[in-house]
């Protein structure tokens, strides 16, 4: 996960979380987010993350983590034993994502999806040029990102419609600011609310 400065969706996705919750961080990385949420509010919080480093470092921030792959299901978690689970810029890495999305549900009461919006203007230009594109959000060359999924806002909401989630919420931000008009043309990263509907 990248540096607190450089995560603009911490606040967004903090803001949706009620003090005193329990709260999943799936890919919760090196824990920033964990460290950024507990700063905010009070809130009893769990990591999920497969990484040897990065679990090491949410161990030194004293941060509850579990290692697991998360291409193995949530099987170990039950029904809505947390008010809230995070999968935070870390749908787009995950190759069964529809299982992942049922989980997500099943475990939280509510749950929060970011993912970096490749239907943005420069993707779609980057893509028209015959490239694919690089930016602040999709800031890997294609040959060495961890993504194997490319979505934009609009297959989200497809695919949530599809799978029978509710969209409680959404926010999507491009370079730290919300976008309202046209979204999926003019925001680069993206934030869900949902439920099972």
Known sequence: MSSLNKRAD?????????????????????GSFLDFLHKQKPVHAYGVEID???VLSCVQKGLNVIQQNLEGGLALFEDNSFDTVV????????HQTEKILREVVRV???SVV????FGHWSHRLAVGL???PVSKSLPYQWYNT?????LTVADF????????????????????????????????LALFRVRRA
């Open 87 to 94: 999968l935070s810029q870390t749908l787009q890495t995950i």
């Open 108 to 110: 939280g009461k509510e």
């Open 114 to 117: 970011s993912f970096p919006n």
């Open 10 to 30: 911490f606040a967004a996705i903090a803001n949706w979380i009620a003090p005193n919750s329990q709260v999943l961080d799936l890919g919760c990385g090196d």
């Open 146 to 150: 961890p993504n194997v999924r490319v």
């Open 157 to 188: 909401e497809k695919l949530a419609s599809s799978l029978g989630l509710k969209i409680v919420d959404q926010c999507i931000l491009h370079e730290g600011r919300q976008v309202t008009l046209l979204p999926n043309l003019f925001g680069s």
């Open 52 to 54: 040897d480093a990065r």
């Open 130 to 132: 015959g490239h694919m």
